[in-house]
């Protein structure tokens, strides 16, 4: 039976790691992950700080970080004090940052600035809940201007449908990456934050991770089957385990 072959799945994890692959639970994290290491941009830990204009979203991504081993950052004192002039005063203190459902766009943009500034951040993901002072589009306009002042990788979020889709259809043309629910953009974060690890680790024959040897491609494996990422702005996927036509991230957004 063939499932007297499947031994201890931590040795076949510690050994996926080892050459370099990014390993996912689903084929919906491995898109998720597709969309983010084609970004580009990557973390250099996996401490995560989160910014929202709703509170909800924000404590359900806080908590699903924990399950994922996503670590919540620790914001300076410089940060907490930059925070603390430009919010009102029943801010949440600490992160996430709910800079509340009446903020402005003035207010968004200066709690950004010292989020992405402060040293314990590794990354930054933005949650927008639909709200009649804050346009989707504005808040779009104020997270691109603050991602393009920042090497870290910026994840943004949009809760709703019509209300918010002008909004995320900017920020994904703007080239970031986008998601609909807290949960599964936490969980990209996860894959992108140990990317930069694992892409640099050599496996035990000391031969070039599988990363490098395919090129510039990410490798992240789904049950048994192994899928190449490569691009910037438009990932591709390529099953590598069974080579085949390429598929667009974008061609399955559209479809």
Not at 21 to 29: G, I, K, L, M, N
Not at 33 to 54: D, E, K, Y
Not at 98 to 125: E, H, I, K, M
Request: with cysteine; hydrophobic share 45%.
């Amino acid at each position: 039976h063939t499932g007297a072959l499947g031994g201890n799945d931590a040795v076949f994890d510690a050994a996926l790691r080892r050459c370099g692959v990014v390993r996912v639970a689903t084929y919906a994290e491995l898109f998720f992950a597709a969309r983010l290491i084609g970004s580009g941009r990557l973390p250099q830990g996996n401490r995560l700080a989160i910014v929202t204009n709703g509170g909800g979203p924000g404590a359900m991504a806080a908590d699903f970080a924990a399950d994922v081993n996503v670590e919540l950052a620790q914001l300076g004192d410089d940060t907490l004090n930059a925070l603390n002039a430009a919010l009102p005063a029943p801010w949440s203190h600490g992160n996430p940052v709910d800079v509340l459902g009446d903020a402005t766009a003035t207010r968004l943009s200066a709690a950004l600035a010292p989020v992405l500034a402060d040293p314990a951040v590794d990354g930054v993901l933005t949650l927008f809940c639909p709200q009649r002072v804050l346009s989707s589009e504005d808040a779009a306009q104020v997270i691109l201007a603050a991602a393009a002042n920042s090497a870290k990788p910026v994840i943004t979020g949009w809760l709703g449908e019509q209300e918010i889709a002008a909004g995320r259809d900017m920020a994904e043309r703007g080239g970031l990456p986008i998601f609909q629910q807290p949960e599964p953009a936490v969980s990209a974060f996860a894959a992108l934050a140990d990317f930069p690890i694992l892409s640099t680790n050599l496996d035990v024959s000391g031969e070039p991770s599988l990363s490098k040897v395919v090129g510039d491609t990410a490798v992240v494996m789904v049950g048994g089957e192994k899928f190449g990422i490569v691009g910037a702005t438009t990932p591709t996927i390529t099953n590598i385990s069974s080579p085949g036509p390429t598929v667009k991230l974008k061609d399955l957004h559209d479809s």
